[in-house]
């Protein structure tokens, strides 16, 4: 039976849940996710559970934060002032933005805290500093 390998382009059903057991996402009811193992398409920890998988297989797997999403970085939380938001801009806890960097590549920025005088923006992956459950299915390895 064929096993995965690096470079193998695959299709698998995963379910991916937090310590919690919350669900942050899931491929059922959808096409499967494919992706070409070990070409940086997906978290380092995912690529490494799927090699040596075979069509059919089915397993779960806790990938720790280092492997996933890296842990939360302090230097990636900034605070801005408030007036460099339009001021009719609805703003809201969890609300996402796009944020320009330098060379002109956006970035997207989480609302962490709402003051008068500054607004706090998180940088950060929104699944940075979690360990991260997947029930994965190997569906078709090309």
Do not use: W
């Amino acid at each position: 039976m064929t096993q995965v390998k690096q470079g193998d382009t695959v299709k698998v059903h995963y379910r991916g849940t937090l310590k919690d057991g919350n669900e942050f996402d899931c491929s059922h009811g959808r096409d499967p996710l494919e992706f070409k193992v070990a070409a940086g398409q997906m978290i380092p920890g995912f690529d490494k559970a799927v090699e040596g998988m075979a069509v059919g297989d089915k397993k779960t797997i806790t990938i720790p934060a280092a492997e996933a999403y890296g842990e939360k970085r302090d230097e990636l939380t900034l605070e801005a002032p408030r007036d460099r938001f339009p001021e009719d801009m609805q703003l809201e806890l969890g609300m996402k933005l796009q944020m320009p960097q330098p060379g002109g590549q956006m970035v997207v920025v989480t609302i962490t805290k709402i003051a008068e005088e500054a607004i706090t923006l998180d940088a950060n992956h929104e699944l940075a500093g979690e360990d991260l459950t997947f029930e994965i299915e190997m569906v078709e390895i090309a």
